[in-house]
């Protein structure tokens, strides 16, 4: 009962800081998805989170989520069956029909050929799976992600081109862009990535208007304010909710 309390009251203020951020920017505060990140937490905790009324899911590895999500999708009585599945670290090709098989959502799309392989496995279920590509904005070179140079289109042509080619494939639906930003100091150094995030949405939303693009997923638990003022429309955080992970573990 304890640790279901401190869930509880973790996620309420979480909620409340989304709020308070989403005001701060003159935004709603409903049009703000959180996905809560459960990786190395047990499908227990995440069938906790959903008694607090958490309905967005975040795992960062296949082989994990594979453990745990088909347990929380059996139809079992009192399990639920709304929860939506969030694939936000990176997939390996290897990994791909299995992602498929598993999520409602891929952020981590970053290159063609993964969006070639996801639309192949999507379309052997007869789904259409939505997706976000992720920009590696900062330039880091440990992160994934298209490596885009500042927040003009015109300056990367092949990404462009990569881009349209993940636009017209038959079984994604791309719903906008996803990214990581750096560790730093303090959260305010990390508006300048968001910003750039969301001025590369508003082109690439211009550039290819038959993609939906309304989505910016950006922002975790050290940095989500800052990011909803940015313009996130989903926030993945944590730590903030669960607790702290093992050292080394972002978010």
């Known amino acids: 009962m304890r640790r279901m309390m401190t869930l509880a009251d973790n996620l309420h203020r979480v909620h409340e ?20 990140v459960t990786k190395t937490h047990p499908a227990d905790t995440i069938l906790e989170a959903y008694e607090w009324g958490v ?7 296949a ?13 079992i009585p009192n399990r639920p069956s709304e929860i939506v599945w969030h694939m936000i670290g990176h997939v390996q090709s290897r990994k791909v029909e299995a992602v498929v098989g598993l999520f409602d959502w891929v952020h981590s799309v970053d290159s063609l050929k993964l969006a070639e392989r996801l639309s192949r496995f999507a379309g052997q279920r007869a789904r259409t799976l939505c997706v976000l590509l992720e920009f590696n904005v900062s330039g880091e070179a440990s992160k994934y992600g298209f490596r885009v140079k500042g927040d003009r289109i015109t300056g990367d042509l092949d990404v462009l081109k990569e881009v349209e080619a993940i636009a017209v494939l038959p079984h994604l639906k791309v719903e906008g862009l996803m990214t990581m930003a750096p560790i730093v100091a303090t959260m305010e150094q990390t508006r300048p990535v968001f910003r750039a995030l969301h001025r590369w949405r508003d082109q690439l939303a211009a550039r290819f ?15 989500y304010e800052v990011a909803i003022e940015e313009g996130a429309t989903i926030v993945r955080i944590g730590r903030a909710i ?7 573990d972002p978010d």
């Open 17 to 36: 800081r989304i709020a308070t951020a989403a005001r701060r920017a003159g935004r709603d505060p409903s049009d703000i998805t959180l996905v809560a």
């Open 55 to 61: 309905r967005h899911f975040g795992e960062n590895r």
């Open 63 to 75: 082989e994990e989520a594979a453990e745990k999500i088909p347990t929380l999708k059996s139809p």
């Open 209 to 223: 208007p038959q993609c939906e693009w309304r989505h910016l997923s950006m922002g975790m638990t050290d940095d």
């Open 242 to 248: 669960f607790g702290e992970r093992k050292a080394g």
